[in-house]
Structure formats: structure tokens, C-alpha cells
């Protein structure tokens, strides 16, 4: 999607109205050539913004909602489901659940969860607000063809603006898929402090023990995959050779 580079200066010039172009970059680490070909292109990219919104102590998800392609960001924070907060704890953290569960704690610490964005926490996340046929919806709303958008997941990436239609055809609140994606943090987005925590421990013993398993699962055929590419490229390889 991109913003509107006059509409992106405007907005500059109210957070930093004394500052230069290179002062900017040097604060924010956007590189000067980088944000230089974006404001030709007319198109500057929303990593940019972040970026620069952390370096001036600005909130970065209220920074996008100021522009309209953005606009549902604004107004009341719509807090996530319990399936979009455990969907954003990654798969080793609920191994070592299972495991803290499982074990007297002994005198260890408590879990701490890993940040946000893990290994699989676009499609996680997908996949946790599907409740049927959100692909083919999502391409009936953007145009993108669903192996595209399938791509997307596997390569756990997500654009912003495919995140909110996402969020949109899934009923959902818009934050979601921004912090799936890492473009802006769980604090940011304006979840609760220790939210993705308390829907781990919200979960039964059951309920986790078969979550972990889908995971691994998952993971597990993910490697196998990866795993018969690489055969297959070293075989060519040899062949060539």
C-alpha cells in the first residue's frame, strides 16, 4: 500500500519540524538514499514510518492510523481474541509450557515468552482467525490469487495492507496482523501487558498438550520438505558435476 509521500512529509514536518532529512535517517537508521527514492517514487514504505516514529517517541501504530489507507487503526483499541494471542507464542514456548506444566518448578523462573514475531506467527495467526474459506475471501477482496497469499505465510511475511484486508474479512480487530508480521509490537498495538501469558495459561492441560502436538507436527513436515529440496538440489548437483 504504501503512503503518499506529500501526505508522509506533512506528517514529518509535525513530529520533527526542525530536524533535516539526514538528521532523520541518522536518528531512525532509515538509510538517506533509501527514504530519498521512496519520496521520488511518491511511495514511502511503512517500515520507514515505524522506523522514524520509534526514533521521535511516537507511537507507530498511531502514526499509520493518521493516514487514511490506515484509517481503521484509529479510535478504541479492539483487543485480540484468545486464538489470535496464543497463536503469537511460538511453538518452543509451548514445548517448555507443556514442560513447566509437566515438572515441579524446583526454584526456576517462570516462562517468559520470546518477542513477537516467531517463526510461524503470520500463519499461525491465519490460521487462528480462519474460520473457513478466509483465503479465498481475502482474495475475492484484494485481487491477490490465493497462491500468492499462501506464499505470503509460508515466507511469514505479510504486507500491511493485506494484514488489515485479512483482518477485515475475518471480522477481527486490525492490530492482529501488524504484530503477526512485526511491523509494530504487542505494546504498540495496545495489548494488555502479559495478554499472549495469561491465554497460554487460560489453556488445559489438554488443550496444550494437543496444541504443542499440531505444532510439531506442522514443523516437522515443514523440515521434511526442506529437507527433500535440499536432496533433491544436491542430486542435480552431482549430476551436473
Avoid at 35 to 60: H, M
Avoid at 139 to 149: E, L, M, R, V, Y
Avoid at 211 to 235: C, P, V, W, Y
Wanted: proline share 7%; charged share 20%.
Amino acid at each position: 500500500m504504501s503512503l503518499p509521500s506529500k501526505a508522509f512529509q506533512r506528517w514529518l514536518h509535525g513530529i520533527a519540524p526542525n530536524t533535516s532529512t539526514a538528521d532523520v535517517c541518522r536518528f531512525s537508521g532509515v538509510k538517506r538514499t533509501t527514504l530519498a527514492q521512496q519520496l521520488v517514487r511518491g511511495k514511502v514504505a511503512e517500515t520507514s514510518l515505524v522506523s522514524i516514529s520509534r526514533a521521535f517517541d511516537v507511537n507507530p501504530f498511531d502514526a499509520l492510523a493518521q493516514f487514511e489507507a490506515y484509517a481503521a487503526l484509529r479510535g478504541t483499541p479492539v483487543p485480540p481474541t484468545a486464538a489470535e494471542l496464543i497463536s503469537q507464542v511460538s511453538t518452543m514456548d509451548l514445548l517448555r509450557a507443556v514442560v513447566e506444566r509437566s515438572e515441579p518448578q524446583d526454584g526456576r523462573p517462570p516462562l517468559i515468552l520470546a518477542d513477537t514475531p516467531h517463526a510461524t506467527s503470520v500463519r499461525n495467526w491465519v490460521d487462528a482467525i480462519d474460520g473457513g474459506e478466509l483465503r479465498h475471501r481475502v482474495s475475492d477482496a484484494t485481487g491477490i490469487a490465493p497462491q500468492n497469499f499462501s506464499a505470503h505465510l509460508t515466507a511469514n511475511r505479510l504486507p500491511p495492507e493485506l494484514a488489515l484486508a485479512t483482518s477485515r474479512a475475518a471480522g477481527v480487530g486490525p492490530a492482529g496482523g501488524l504484530v503477526a508480521s512485526g511491523l509494530v509490537t504487542e505494546s504498540e498495538a495496545g495489548w494488555p501487558p502479559g495478554a499472549r501469558r495469561e491465554a497460554l495459561d487460560r489453556l488445559s492441560e489438554g488443550e496444550l498438550a494437543l496444541l504443542a502436538s499440531e505444532r510439531l507436527q506442522a514443523r516437522g513436515k515443514t523440515l521434511r520438505r526442506q529437507e527433500q529440496e535440499a536432496d533433491h538440489t544436491n542430486r542435480i548437483w552431482e549430476n551436473l558435476g
